[in-house]
Nanobody, 126 residues
Framework: QVRLVESGGDSVQAGGSLRLSCVVSGLNHTTYCMTWFRQGASKDREGVASIDDDGRTTYASSVKGRFTISKDNSKNTLSLQMNSLKVEDTGMYYC????????????????????WGKGTLVTISS
């Protein structure tokens, strides 16, 4: 059974930092694209950052330079370091996995992902 479990969401003030984690288990394909998505209230889901099996990363323009996606294969963990947080970063953050080589473009319409976590809530106050 595949499980993606996010954690690390919290309420912080603008300008602060958070580190999200996603522990992955049960994946049986050899290569995956891992992606962080987010969805704020009354907003469409947005692709935030992705990382492929070779460690190549892609970021949404709204977070480039502030967020860093990484993974630790030894711990089956995907992370998202978020710095200089803004009120508009508020939302539910989800990690997702897509079997295959490389990552699709991080633009709409987003490629369907194979597996999703249930999300962790990030709230940024001014």
């Amino acid at each position: 059974q595949v499980r993606l479990v996010e954690s690390g969401g919290d309420s912080v003030q603008a300008g602060g930092s958070l580190r999200l984690s996603c522990v992955v288990s049960g994946l049986n394909h050899t290569t995956y694209c891992m992606t962080w998505f987010r969805q704020g209230a009354s907003k469409d889901r947005e692709g935030v950052a992705s990382i492929d099996d070779d460690g190549r990363t892609t970021y949404a323009s709204s977070v480039k330079g502030r967020f860093t996606i990484s993974k630790d294969n030894s711990k089956n963990t995907l992370s998202l370091q978020m710095n200089s947080l803004k009120v508009e970063d508020t939302g539910m953050y989800y990690c997702a996995a897509l079997a295959g080589v490389g990552c699709p473009p991080l633009v709409k319409p987003y490629h369907d992902m194979d597996y999703w976590g249930k999300g962790t809530l990030v709230t940024i106050s001014s």
